[in-house]
């Protein structure tokens, strides 16, 4: 008997070992098995047509001969005469330049002309106005100086024609052009 006690724990080994190795197997299949390959057949009708070759290339492109242009005016371009490649000599137009940027310019510069010449007519008319503000303060202080001698008037309005005198001729060289 005691050998069949013995074999007893072999078997239960065993069975163990096999059930280990079959789990092992299935799991391997499932996860790591080859699947069978399936392929997949497009069929299409023979046709003569157009062949294209396209020619790629990477890095930078370099003209063989380089052309320095320069101008004296600079500004956006309204129109190029000239296309790649195009053989030019001297003296050819190539491109033009659009004429609203200048024409804003002049317009401009027209614009200021004509709000100088409103401010010198305003300072001639304010001239003209104090010259003639001297020439009353003048015969004012004329009449006051003799009606001062006749004892006909203050002393305070003598002294007021003098100081507007002296004021309107103080104006007068501040405004005349130098």
């Not at 001639?124 to 003639?132: C, G, L, P, R």
């Not at 001297?134 to 309005?157: H, I, N, Y």
Request: hydrophobic fraction near 45%; proline fraction near 2%; glycine fraction near 6%.
């Amino acid at each position: 008997m005691a050998t069949e006690s013995g074999s007893r724990p072999f078997y239960r080994w065993f069975a163990f070992l096999a059930l280990a190795v079959a789990i092992g197997s299935g799991l391997w299949y499932y996860f790591w098995g080859e699947v069978a390959a399936t392929y997949v057949y497009e069929t299409v009708t023979v046709d003569t047509g157009l062949i294209e070759q396209s020619v790629s290339a990477t890095g930078s492109v370099q003209a063989l001969i380089t052309v320095d242009l320069s101008s004296q005016l600079s500004g956006q371009i309204a129109e190029v005469k000239v296309d790649f490649n195009s053989k030019v000599k001297e003296g050819d137009l190539l491109a033009v330049i659009d004429k609203k940027t200048f024409e804003a310019r002049v317009k401009s510069a027209q614009a200021n002309l004509e709000m100088a010449i409103a401010g010198v007519l305003v300072q001639k008319a304010t001239i003209q106005k104090n010259e003639a503000l001297v020439r009353k303060a003048e015969q004012d202080l004329a009449r006051q100086q003799t009606l001062s001698e006749r004892g006909a008037t203050s002393q305070t309005l003598l002294e007021t024609s003098k100081t507007t005198l002296a004021t309107a001729q103080a104006d007068i060289p501040l405004l005349s052009p130098s």
